[in-house]
């Protein structure tokens, strides 16, 4: 009975983890196309988010027939609970990866999100993702615990992005009319290590 109940959390722990490495594709397609010069795959981070949105379904059924079948308790419930929160985070990162490339479309300068720090932002919101996605792996609560402390450096991207996007509308440059959406996009990966964030939160709670 035990044994056919760890089979069916290990096809769970693997479902996690090709979730997990399909936002990490995304959010390294992400990246490059916010990179000085970077190629722009937008239709495969659109094609990600689609999959994405597969996989949570799949999993959330995957986690609704392991409650009713196998009821379990203690820190299998808790691995199970934290599971279905946790897809929702990595659902949100990718399409908050499909926004960004939505906005792209409308940046006309390939050099103008880098010049605001958007790649350095992004590349630092994939170290969280990738940092959550392992502590679950590993069950390793103070990786967990240095993802949810990265969130700070993200935020202060954030604040960087912002304040020189506003300087590009001070100064009437000729990007400014872009403005808009470069902040919109610092927008997305400030909510995006915020999700990051939440996964390591619901990491630590499974291992509690």
Same mark, same amino acid.
């Given at each position: !009975?035990?044994?056919?109940?760890?089979?069916?959390?290990?096809?769970?722990? $693997?479902? !996690?983890?090709?979730?997990?490495?399909?936002?990490?594709?995304?959010?390294?397609?992400?990246?490059?196309?916010?990179?000085?010069?970077?190629?722009?795959?937008?239709?495969?981070?659109?094609?990600?988010?689609?999959?994405?949105?597969?996989?949570?379904?799949?999993?959330?059924?995957?986690?609704?027939?392991?409650?009713?079948?196998?009821?379990? %308790?203690?820190?299998?419930?808790?691995?199970?609970?934290?599971?279905?929160?946790?897809?929702?985070?990595?659902?949100?990162?990718?399409?908050?990866?499909?926004?960004?490339?939505?906005?792209?479309?409308?940046?006309?300068?390939?050099?103008?999100?880098?010049?605001?720090?958007?790649?350095?932002?992004?590349?630092? %919101?994939?170290? !969280?993702?990738?940092?959550?996605?392992?502590?679950?792996?590993?069950?390793?609560?103070?990786?967990?615990?240095?993802?949810?402390?990265?969130?700070?450096?993200?935020?202060?991207?954030? $604040?960087?992005?912002?304040?020189?996007?506003?300087?590009?509308?001070?100064?009437?440059?000729?990007?400014?009319?872009?403005?808009?959406?470069?902040? !919109?996009?610092?927008?997305?990966?400030?909510?995006?290590?915020?999700?990051?964030?939440?996964?390591?939160?619901?990491?630590?709670?499974?291992?509690?």
């Amino acid at each position: !009975m035990r044994t056919g109940f760890d089979d069916e959390l290990e096809v769970l722990y $693997v479902d !996690m983890i090709r979730m997990g490495s399909l936002a990490e594709e995304s959010l390294s397609l992400v990246a490059v196309a916010l990179s000085r010069n970077g190629e722009r795959n937008l239709d495969r981070i659109e094609e990600l988010s689609r999959i994405i949105d597969e996989k949570e379904r799949e999993i959330e059924n995957l986690c609704l027939k392991l409650l009713l079948r196998r009821q379990p %308790v203690a820190r299998d419930l808790r691995t199970i609970s934290s599971a279905m929160k946790m897809i929702v985070d990595i659902e949100r990162i990718g399409d908050n990866a499909g926004d960004i490339s939505e906005m792209l479309k409308f940046i006309s300068s390939p050099i103008l999100p880098s010049a605001v720090g958007l790649d350095v932002m992004s590349r630092k %919101v994939i170290d !969280m993702v990738t940092a959550a996605v392992d502590a679950f792996v590993k069950s390793d609560a103070r990786k967990a615990e240095q993802v949810i402390a990265g969130d700070d450096a993200v935020d202060g991207c954030f $604040v960087d992005a912002k304040e020189k996007i506003t300087e590009l509308i001070r100064k009437a440059s000729p990007e400014a009319e872009e403005a808009p959406d470069l902040l !919109m996009i610092a927008k997305y990966l400030e909510r995006m290590g915020d999700h990051a964030a939440s996964l390591a939160r619901w990491v630590k709670n499974a291992l509690e």
